[in-house]
């Protein structure tokens, strides 16, 4: 059975960094563009890093670039988020999820939020 699932999210001090992963299981990564998805507290969902092993860069949102870093484990079914310098506003539930190389891209998924597979989700929040 495929399945995505988060980990690592925690309570952080502003400024604060932390590390989320996300593990697949029934099928491989290689195949999919994978992207970090979040939603805070009455809004909607966002995506804001995408990535593929088909492009050269991933796709990031305006609002974390310079502070997270999307990165695929070598030889690991595994998509790690690393994210510095967090701020109040990061504050939400952070999912993970994956749709088929041959129907999008890094920046299709980032912008549509639409995905075959998604993970339940790790909470991240940053307060002081």
């Known amino acids: 059975q495929a399945q995505l699932v988060e980990s690592g999210g925690a309570s952080v001090q502003p400024g604060g960094s932390l590390r989320l992963s996300c593990v697949a299981s029934?099928?491989?990564?290689?195949?999919?563009?994978i992207g970090w998805f979040r939603q805070a507290p009455g809004k909607e969902r966002e995506g804001f890093s995408c990535?593929?092993?088909?492009?050269?860069?991933?796709n990031y949102s305006d609002s974390v670039k310079s502070r997270f870093t999307i990165s695929k484990g070598n030889g690991k079914n595994t998509v790690y988020l690393k994210m510095d310098n967090l701020k109040p506003e990061d504050t939400a539930i952070y999912y993970c999820?994956?749709?088929?190389?041959?129907?999008?891209?890094?920046?299709?998924?980032?912008?549509?939020?639409?995905?075959?597979?998604w993970g339940q989700g790790t909470q991240v929040i940053v307060s002081s």
């Open positions: 029934g099928f491989t990564l290689d195949l999919y563009v």
């Open positions: 999820a994956a749709d088929p190389i041959v129907v999008t891209n890094t920046k299709s998924m980032c912008t549509s939020s639409s995905a075959v597979y």
């Open positions: 990535i593929s092993d088909s492009e050269v860069s991933p």
